[in-house]
C-alpha cells in the first residue's frame, strides 16, 4: 500500500504543483495580485477548502502515531487515490487548469519537481510510521513552498528582464534614428486594446504598421515584440502599456519614447492593487506617457474623462481631446448622429477644421464610439484623410473590440465579452444589451482588484443590471450582497438573481428561461466550458 500512496502522492503533487504556478503566471507573477487574490472569495476557498482543513486534521492523527495511526494511512490513501482519479477527469473534460509554456515556466516547473523528488527520496529512508505525515505535511504547504520557489529564482528573472528591455531601448532607438519610425504609446484603465486594433487597422491602409500582439501590454511583452518582429521597414509602431505599479508606464515608454501618446479613459479598476488614487493617476492615468513623449510629442486624451481633462490641464504640451459630443471644452473631434445597431456602429465624425465623415464599423456597443474616434484623430494627425480613414474602418473585425455576438442554441443570441471586465466596460456592455427587444440575461462575476469603492461600484452596476436585464447569473461571492441590493432597488426580484459558478446549471437556468430571440451577455472571466454549451 505504501508504494501505491507514494505513486498516487507524486502524482497528485505534480497536478498541484501546475496549478499554483498558473495561479502565479495568471497573476503575472504579481506579489500584489497573487496576494489579493486571496481576499476573494474562491481565493479563502482554495486555502481553506473543506479538503484543507480535513488533511490538516489527518495531519494531527499521524503524527499522534497512536492506534489510529493505521486508519489514518489508509484514508490518506483513498484520498490521494480519490484526487487522483480527479486529475484524470480533469485532463479528460479538459478543466485542468495548467500554465502557458513558457521559458520560464518550464524552469520553475523544472525546479518545484526537483525539490518534490528530492522531498520523495528523503521521505522514502523514514520509517513508515513517519513517512505519511511527511508526505502530506508537504501536499499541505504546496502554495507556501511553489510561492517560495517562485520568489526565490524571482532576482534571476529579472536580470534577464533587464537585459530584454535594454536590448529592446537599443533596437528601437536605432531603427528610429534609421528610418523615423513613429511610435504610438496607449494607456488608460480600459479601452487600449480596442483602440490599438482599430488604429492598427486603420493604419495599415496607407503604412507598414506593427501593434503589440493581443493583449500583451507589460513591459515584457512590448520589449518582446520590439525584439522579435519590429524592423526598419516597419513606418509606425503601436504598443498597448498596462501596468499593476506606479512606475511601470514610465519604464516602457522610457523605452519607447513615443512621439504620439494616447489616454483611452481612468477609472478604479486595479486600485487596489495601486495603492491610491494617485499611484492609479501616474500611471493609468497617463502622466508618466506625457513625462516620456518625445520632443514635441502629441497628447490625445479621451475629453468625456474627468481624469483625462485633468491631465490636460497639467500638460504643458502639445494635445488634442476626443469626446463623444461637443459639450466638452476644446474637444478637437466629436461624433454627431451616432446609431447602435446590434451588428455595427455608424457616427458622422466632425473636427474642428470643418472636415466630416461618415464612419462606420462591424463593432458592438456604444464605448467603441471613443475608441474610434481617438483612432481617427490620430491617423489624422499621422497624414491619412478623412476618405481613407472611413474607408479603412470598415476593414475592422467584431473580434477587435472584445465584445462578439453568437449565435447560440435555441436562437439564443450570445454576447460575448468574457476575457475581462472593469467597471465601465459593463456599463457600456449593458447599454449594448439594452437594445436588444426581448428578454435579457447577464452572466457576470463580481469584479476584483477596485480597493475602498468596491462596495459603491457594485451596487452602482447592479442598479444598471436590474434596468437592463429580466435575469442575473452571478458566478462569484465576492460584493454580490452589493451587487445583488443595487439590482433588486432597480426592479428585479430576488428569484431574479442566481449565485452560481457551475457552467452545467447556469447553462440550464438559461435554456430554461430563455427563448429565441432573447439575448444573453458573458461578462469577464466566466466559468469554463458555458460558451461551448451555449453554442
Not at 487548469?97 to 524552469?107: A, R, S, V
Not at 499593476?244 to 504620439?260: A, F, R, T
Request: some cysteine.
Amino acid at each position: 500500500m505504501y508504494l501505491l500512496l507514494n505513486t498516487f502522492w507524486f502524482l497528485w503533487m505534480l497536478k498541484y504543483v501546475l496549478f499554483w504556478l498558473y495561479l502565479w503566471q495568471l497573476k503575472e507573477y504579481h506579489v500584489g495580485r497573487f496576494v489579493d487574490h486571496f481576499r476573494t472569495y474562491k481565493g479563502k476557498k482554495l486555502l481553506f477548502s473543506f479538503a484543507q482543513i480535513f488533511k490538516l486534521v489527518l495531519l494531527i492523527f499521524l503524527f499522534l502515531g497512536n492506534s489510529l495511526f493505521i486508519y489514518s494511512v489508509f484514508i490518506l490513501f483513498l484520498v490521494y487515490f480519490a484526487e487522483f482519479l480527479i486529475f484524470l477527469r480533469s485532463i479528460y473534460s479538459k478543466t485542468f487548469k495548467k500554465p502557458k509554456i513558457t521559458l520560464k515556466i518550464i524552469f520553475l516547473a523544472l525546479a518545484s519537481f526537483a525539490v518534490i523528488i528530492l522531498f520523495l527520496n528523503w521521505t522514502l529512508k523514514l520509517k513508515d510510521e513517519f513517512q505519511p505525515g511527511w508526505l502530506l505535511a508537504f501536499d499541505i504547504s504546496t502554495p507556501l513552498i511553489v510561492s517560495i520557489i517562485v520568489l526565490l529564482f524571482q532576482p534571476f528573472f529579472v536580470i534577464i528582464r533587464n537585459s530584454t528591455l535594454k536590448k529592446a531601448k537599443n533596437k528601437i532607438e536605432k531603427i528610429k534614428s534609421a528610418s523615423g519610425l513613429r511610435v504610438v504609446a496607449i494607456t488608460g484603465s480600459y479601452g487600449k486594446t480596442s483602440t490599438k486594433e482599430f488604429l492598427s487597422t486603420i493604419l495599415s491602409k496607407k503604412f507598414k504598421v506593427l501593434s503589440t500582439k493581443e493583449h500583451q501590454n507589460s513591459e515584457i511583452g512590448v520589449a518582446k515584440r520590439i525584439l522579435e518582429d519590429l524592423r526598419p521597414s516597419h513606418q509606425i509602431f503601436i504598443a498597448e502599456v498596462g501596468a499593476y505599479n506606479k512606475g511601470k508606464v514610465k519604464e516602457v515608454c522610457s523605452i519607447l519614447k513615443p512621439s504620439i501618446g494616447i489616454v483611452t479613459g481612468v477609472n478604479e479598476q486595479h486600485l487596489a492593487l495601486f495603492g491610491s488614487l494617485e499611484n492609479l493617476l501616474s500611471a493609468e492615468g497617463g502622466r508618466e506617457l506625457a513625462e516620456f513623449l518625445e520632443k514635441d510629442g502629441l497628447l490625445v486624451v479621451n475629453g468625456d474623462n474627468k481624469h483625462c481633462l485633468d491631465l490636460i490641464k497639467k500638460f504643458n504640451g502639445e494635445e488634442r481631446i476626443y469626446s463623444e459630443n461637443n459639450r466638452t471644452l476644446n474637444s478637437d473631434i466629436w461624433a454627431e448622429d451616432i446609431s447602435i445597431r446590434k451588428n455595427f456602429i455608424s457616427f458622422l465624425a466632425r473636427n474642428k477644421k470643418g472636415e466630416l465623415a461618415d464612419f462606420r464599423a462591424n463593432v458592438l456597443g456604444k464605448q467603441n464610439v471613443q475608441n474610434l474616434l481617438a483612432s481617427v484623430l490620430v491617423a489624422r494627425e499621422l497624414g491619412m484623410d478623412f476618405g481613407e480613414i472611413s474607408d479603412a474602418c470598415k476593414n475592422i473585425k467584431q473580434e477587435a473590440a472584445g465584445i462578439v455576438q453568437k449565435h447560440g442554441k435555441h436562437g439564443i443570441d450570445i454576447i460575448d465579452s468574457s476575457y475581462s471586465a472593469n467597471p465601465d466596460g459593463v456599463l457600456a456592455d449593458l447599454d449594448y444589451l439594452s437594445i436588444f427587444p426581448q428578454k435579457k440575461v447577464i452572466v457576470m462575476p463580481c469584479l476584483i482588484e477596485l480597493g475602498k469603492k468596491s462596495s459603491e461600484i457594485h451596487k452602482k452596476i447592479g442598479r444598471k443590471i436590474g434596468e437592463v436585464c429580466d435575469l442575473a447569473i452571478i458566478t462569484s461571492k465576492d460584493n454580490f450582497k452589493e451587487l445583488k441590493k443595487g439590482v433588486m432597488e432597480a426592479g428585479i426580484t430576488e428569484k431574479d438573481i442566481l449565485l452560481c459558478d457551475n457552467p452545467q446549471e447556469i447553462y440550464s437556468a438559461i435554456t430554461l428561461f430563455c427563448k429565441s430571440g432573447d439575448a444573453v451577455l458573458l461578462e469577464g472571466r466566466i466559468p469554463a466550458g458555458l460558451i461551448n454549451l451555449l453554442k
